[in-house]
């Protein structure tokens, strides 16, 4: 059996760069710096149990096969179970959590294969200014809850808030996740995943990615 093939961190790098880059005051900012050796472990033992997956090249934009993978950020379709154009909640206050991903209260998120893709989730991004996110509640990771993070630990920057786990989560294959959030206030807000999705050649080329995922009882 030929040897699988094998992704360095020089390339993750330069994926990670193109999705979670920021430039600001003049210095570059990556939000999943933290993260970079586990992503890349993860990319590796993603191509070792997918053999027919011959070459890893970073970012979409470079995918000219369907043989070939990449990482991408999330995309609507894989992370959401309505057609919105965005990431925007209207949150009900504090002392509720609201559905987040997916966004209805009956439902988990499932990858679904063929073909086999991967997911990881570090956290959380708010974006504008409403500084509105409190609390997360990771009801079901892999068909199991998990604790409540809050959001008092958390990086300012600008118009940005982020929330970092301590270790990224694995979905592998029908891995679920349901993930609602209380928010401090009423104000409308846009809560992004801080994540990475490994995606094969046919997944980065489609136009539409909602077929790749179902949803399924939370």
Same mark, same amino acid.
């Given at each position: 059996m030929p040897e699988a093939p094998v992704a360095n961190m020089e390339t993750v790098e330069r994926g990670l760069m193109a999705i979670g880059g920021i430039t600001y005051a003049e210095r570059d900012l990556n939000l999943y710096a933290p993260f970079k050796i586990e992503?890349?472990?993860?990319?590796?033992?993603?191509?070792a149990k997918n053999r027919d997956y011959r070459v890893f090249?970073?970012?979409?934009?470079l995918v000219e096969d369907v043989q070939q993978v990449c990482i991408d950020a999330p995309r609507n379709g894989l992370w959401k179970d309505a057609d919105a154009t965005d990431w925007r909640?209207?949150?009900?206050?504090?002392?509720?959590?609201? !559905?987040?991903?997916? =966004?209805?209260? $009956?439902? %988990?998120?499932?990858?679904s294969s063929p073909p086999p893709h991967w997911a990881m989730l570090f956290g959380l991004i708010e974006i504008g200014s409403a500084n509105n996110i409190l609390n997360v509640?990771?009801?079901?990771?892999?068909?199991?809850?998990?604790?409540?993070a809050a959001m008092q630990n958390q990086v300012r920057l600008a118009l940005l808030k982020a929330r970092r786990?301590?270790?990224?989560?694995?979905?592998?294959?029908?891995?679920?996740? !349901?993930?609602?959030? =209380?928010?401090? $206030?009423? %104000?409308?807000t846009e809560t992004y995943p801080l994540a990475v999705h490994i995606l094969p050649g046919?997944?980065?080329?489609a136009t539409a990615v909602q077929g790749y995922v179902t949803t399924i009882a939370a």
């Open positions: 992503i890349l472990k993860t990319v590796n033992e993603f191509l090249v970073a970012a979409p934009e909640q209207t949150p009900t206050g504090i002392g509720t959590f609201d !559905n987040v991903f997916p =966004e209805a209260a $009956t439902a %988990a998120i499932q990858l509640n990771l009801a079901r990771v892999n068909g199991k809850p998990r604790g409540v786990f301590a270790k990224g989560l694995l979905f592998k294959d029908r891995g679920d996740l !349901n993930l609602d959030v =209380e928010f401090e $206030t009423t %104000a409308t046919e997944i980065a080329k």
